[in-house]
C-alpha cells in the first residue's frame, strides 16, 4: 500500500521533493546554526539527497560540510577476500575525529537506506567481530551523540536495495519510486508547509510526553501474544519526544521522522519475556522472530527465527549488550503504522510501534536533562552503559500497556497499540 493517502500537495517532482526533505533534515531536524560545520554520511545510492542536503547547509550558514560515503560493494569485498584478522580491525582514527567534531560544536546527520540484507549470506563469526570492532571504536563519537552532546538528526533515502526489500514484487523503478513517496510522506515534506507540520507534531508529541511525566510512574508493563515485560523506570526518569534542546543548546529533531515518547529503563529491573513484533535489520543482517526473558534486568534466554546467531553475538558485545537503554510507546496508528509497509528499517519501523532498545542509555532523559550528571550519577539512577544502542519493536495492535505507579497500581496507557 502506498503509504500516500492523497497526492502532494505541492512539490510534485522528484527534485522538488528531494530539496523539501533537505529543507526538512537542515531546519527541523539539525536546526542547523550560522557557522557550524556538519558532519554527514550516507551511503553512495543516497547521493542526490546528500548533494540536496549539503546545498541546504550552506544556505543555511554551515562554514563546512564534511560528506563520508558508504558502499555495499566495498563492504561485500572486504569479507570476500580479506585476511581473516581484518574483521578485528576498525577505522578508530575517523571515529575519533567525528567525536573531535562534535566536540567542536560541529553537528551530525546520517541518511540511512542501507541493504536490510546485506551481510545476511556472510559468516555470523565474522559480522560480529567486525560489528563489535566498530562499536568498539565508535565509543568516542557514540557517547556524545547519546549524551545528546550537539544537535543530530537522522533521515533517510530510498536506494534500490532498500527498495526492492519492501516491495520485492515490483520492478526495481517502480519500487524505489513507491518507497520515496513513504519516505516523503513520513517525513511530512508533501504538506503546503512542512516546517509548520513538524511544529504542530512537535506540540503533540510534547502533550504526550507531559502526560507521562505527570504520572511519575515506577514502571511500564507491555501484554500482548507473546509478551508480559515490566520495565522498571531509572530513578529520576523523564519521558521525552519531539523536538528537544541539545547540550549545545540548539533544539533539534533527532529523527525525521519521528512519532515516539521515550524514556530510560532502570537497568537491573526488567522482569519477564517478551516477542518482536517486526524484523530487526541490524548491520545488513535482518533478525525476526526476536524472543526474550529478562530477570533482574537481564537477558537470561534468548532465540530468533532468523538471525539467531547474530542475535546470539550482539547479546554478548558487553556486559551492558543485555540490558535496556531505553524504552518507548509509539500508537499503532501512527503515520508511518498507516502506511501499512514493513521497511526493514529501525529507524522507520521504530516508528511504527512501541519499542525497547538494548544497550547504551540517553543520558538526556532525567529531570533536569542529566547533563551534569558524572557516570557515576547516571549509574546510581539506574542507567545503562553499553557499546551498543539497538532499537526494536515489540508493540501492534495487539499490545496493551500500562504505567504501574509507586504503590503498584496500574493505569491504562495504551488499548490495543492505541493511547488510552
Known amino acids: ?48 539527497l546528500a548533494r540536496a542536503i549539503t546545498a541546504e547547509a550552506y544556505r543555511a550558514g554551515a562554514s563546512l560540510v564534511t560528506t563520508l560515503l558508504g558502499d555495499d560493494v566495498a563492504t561485500l569485498a572486504r ?66 551523540i547519546a549524551n545528546f552532546a550537539t544537535n543530530w538528526t537522522i533521515v533517510s533515502a530510498a536506494t534500490p536495495a532498500w527498495a526492492r526489500t519492501v516491495f520485492p514484487d515490483l520492478p526495481e523503478a517502480e519500487a524505489v519510486a513507491r518507497l520515496w513517496d513513504a519516505v516523503f510522506s513520513a517525513s511530512r515534506v508533501d504538506g503546503p508547509d512542512p516546517v509548520a507540520a513538524w511544529s504542530a507534531h512537535n506540540a503533540h508529541l510534547h502533550a504526550r510526553k507531559d502526560l507521562l511525566n505527570g504520572h511519575r510512574f515506577s514502571a511500564i508493563r507491555f501484554r500482548g501474544p507473546g509478551t508480559d515485560l515490566t520495565v522498571g523506570l531509572a530513578d529520576d526518569h523523564e519521558w521525552c519526544g519531539g523536538a528537544a534542546t541539545s547540550r549545545s543548546g540548539i533544539t533539534c529533531n533527532a529523527n525525521i521522522p519521528t512519532e515516539e515518547v521515550f524514556t530510560t529503563p532502570h537497568r537491573a529491573r526488567v522482569e519477564g519475556h517478551v516477542t518482536s513484533t517486526k524484523p530487526l535489520s541490524y548491520q545488513g543482517t535482518l533478525i525476526e522472530g526476536i524472543q526474550v526473558r529478562f530477570a533482574e534486568g537481564r537477558i537470561v534466554e534468548s532465540a530468533a527465527s532468523r538471525g539467531g546467531d547474530v542475535l546470539a553475538r550482539v547479546l554478548d558485545t558487553d556486559e551492558g549488550a543485555r540490558r ?49 550528571f558524572s557516570e557515576d550519577d547516571l549509574a546510581a539512577r539506574g542507567a545503562n552503559r553499553s557499546l551498543i544502542h539497538i532499537d526494536w519493536m515489540i508493540g501492534s495492535g495487539e499490545v496493551d500497556v500500562d504505567g504501574v505507579g509507586a504503590d503498584g497500581q496500574s493505569v491504562p496507557v495504551m488499548r490495543r497499540g492505541e493511547w488510552a
Open 1 to 48: 500500500m502506498n503509504a500516500h493517502a492523497e497526492p502532494p500537495v505541492v512539490g510534485s517532482t522528484q527534485g522538488e521533493r528531494l530539496d523539501r526533505l533537505a529543507t526538512v533534515a537542515v531546519r527541523v531536524g539539525l536546526n542547523l546554526q550560522p557557522g557550524q560545520e556538519l558532519v554527514l554520511t550516507a551511503p553512495l545510492e543516497a547521493l542526490p
Open 79 to 144: 569479507f570476500a577476500h580479506a585476511p581473516d584478522a581484518a574483521f578485528d580491525k576498525a577505522a578508530g582514527w575517523l571515529y575519533s575525529g567525528m567525536a573531535e567534531a562534535y566536540r567542536n560544536g560541529a553537528a551530525r546527520l546520517a541518511i540511512s537506506g542501507d541493504d536490510p540484507s546485506l551481510l545476511s549470506a556472510q559468516d555470523p563469526e565474522k559480522v560480529a567481530r567486525a560489528n563489535r570492532s566498530r562499536s568498539k571504536a565508535y565509543v568516542p563519537a557514540l557517547e556524545l
Open 324 to 372: 535496556l537503554g531505553e524504552v518507548a510507546l509509539v500508537p499503532a496508528s501512527s503515520a508511518i503504522s498507516a502506511s501499512g509497509l514493513l521497511f526493514y528499517n529501525t529507524l522507520y519501523d521504530e516508528n511504527a510501534a512501541s519499542h525497547i532498545a538494548l544497550g547504551q542509555a540517553y543520558s538526556k532523559c532525567f529531570v533536569g536533562g542529566g547533563a551534569d
